[in-house]
């Protein structure tokens, strides 16, 4: 930033103290916030992450595949879906094209399992539900770790959020106590000096400078 020099009178000491003070703030709260939205997307991406989920979701879609096969050989009731959430008369697999989904999938799936058996279905082999529920724990740690650094994204974004009326503020107090200044001034002269202290003018559709 100019000395403070520069821009007395244009702007008062007090007006300058506030735009400098809230600057530094804001763009404080701005850091924060990249840098917490990169660590959630590095999260996401990293290599324990994406194994994780690639493993939870082959095993549940297994599980499934091998149900539906019985289902079509009539040693499981197509009625039987119903404990996993999944309609009657579908031998599709549930939407697992998202993190949330996939957790919703395992979810039901253990949950049916545990459901019918108890009911006096027969157990699924190959793979075990016993399996499945290791490899969505295993996800489902990170996955809690995900949900964690994304609500410290959202936490920053709000401070931001928030703050962006005060800025406002202070920038067209700013604005208005430059234009002020040059009120004397005219056509380019005036939007020169204007623009030498920070003011940047655009043309609106439609209009041409002079």
């Not at 007006?15 to 590095?42: C, G, I, M, P």
């Not at 149900?67 to 009657?88: A, H, M, T």
């Not at 800025?167 to 020169?192: A, H, M």
């Amino acid at each position: 930033m100019r000395n403070s020099d520069y821009y007395a009178p244009v702007i008062s000491p007090e007006l300058l103290s506030r735009a400098e003070k809230k600057l530094f703030q804001f763009k404080d709260a701005v850091d924060r916030y990249v840098k917490s939205l990169e660590t959630q997307v590095n999260y996401s991406k990293s290599e324990p992450y994406q194994t994780k989920l690639k493993n939870a979701k082959m095993y549940v879609s297994h599980f499934l595949t091998v149900f539906n096969l019985c289902v079509k050989r009539g040693e499981i009731k197509s009625s039987d879906r119903k404990y996993y959430s999944i309609p009657e008369d579908s031998g599709e697999l549930p939407d697992m094209s998202s993190d949330i989904a996939v957790i919703r999938c395992c979810e039901n799936t253990i949950r049916g399992e545990k459901a019918r058996t108890d009911n006096g279905g027969i157990p699924i082999y190959n793979p075990t539900i016993a399996k499945v529920v290791v490899h969505f724990d295993l996800f489902k740690e990170l996955y809690d770790k995900q949900c964690e650094l994304r609500q410290l994204t959202d936490e920053t974004l709000m401070v931001v959020s928030l703050m962006r009326p005060q800025v406002d503020e202070v920038i067209l107090e700013v604005w208005n106590s430059i234009e002020n200044y040059f009120s004397d001034y005219s056509g380019e002269k005036k939007l020169k000096a204007c623009r030498d202290y920070g003011l940047i003018y655009y043309y609106r559709s439609g209009e041409k400078a002079d």
